[in-house]
């Protein structure tokens, strides 16, 4: 079961797809973490973040991710009624995100964080999510919602394709300021 694309592209949106990006994103994230010099990587003039800062934050919105998906399928009435701001279906089916548009919510900024805090997120959010992929017809059908600090309240299976997408986001800052400075970033 691979995607079809880098780690830091998504393909169409698709549940069954998307879960199996996510599961490739892992990889990737605990390299960047796992690697002290690598997460140190800075380069300003890409991102205000480091290598580390994408790769943690990133472990942090999945893990909390995969928690609320957890919650909205153990109720699937939770929020039913809410909707969605209209931009999130073309944000969400563009596969894409603006750059330096939105700030992180102090809850998943990675600063102040140790990268061994954030390495240690990994595993338990790459079983969560091994755990969801299991319940991809559930997420399907699943019509609770949680929201969205900025793109309001999304149902579960959008839940999994956003999680997807702002993995993939990072992921390209990362590769970019990797290329910057000359270092590890996959060139493709």
């Known amino acids: 079961m691979e995607a079809t694309s880098p780690p830091w592209k998504v393909d169409a949106w698709d549940l069954a797809a998307d879960l199996r990006k996510i599961e490739q994103q892992w990889g990737p994230l605990g390299e960047i973490l796992g ?11 890409t991102s205000g973040w ?11 919105a999945a893990f909390g991710i995969a928690r609320g998906i957890e919650r909205t399928l153990a109720d699937p009435e939770r929020d039913r009624n809410e909707s969605a701001r209209k931009e999130a279906a073309a944000l969400l089916r563009a596969g894409t995100f603006p750059r330096g548009v939105v700030k992180a919510p102090e809850r998943i900024d990675p600063t102040g ?15 969560a999510w091994s755990a969801l992929a299991a319940r991809a017809q559930a997420i399907a059908e699943s019509p609770g919602r949680f929201p969205h ?3 309001g309240h999304l149902t579960a ?7 997807a997408v702002h993995t993939a986001h990072h992921l390209t800052i ?14 493709r």
């Open 35 to 45: 690697d002290g010099a690598r997460a140190g990587v800075r380069h300003p003039a």
């Open 157 to 163: 299976a959008e839940w999994v394709r956003f999680c």
């Open 113 to 127: 964080r140790t990268r061994e805090e954030m390495l240690a997120l990994v595993e338990p959010a790459t079983q």
């Open 50 to 60: 480091g290598c580390g800062e994408h790769a943690g934050h990133t472990v942090i």
């Open 174 to 187: 990362v590769r970019e300021i990797e290329q910057a400075v000359g270092g590890a970033g996959d060139r």
């Open 149 to 151: 600090f900025v793109l």
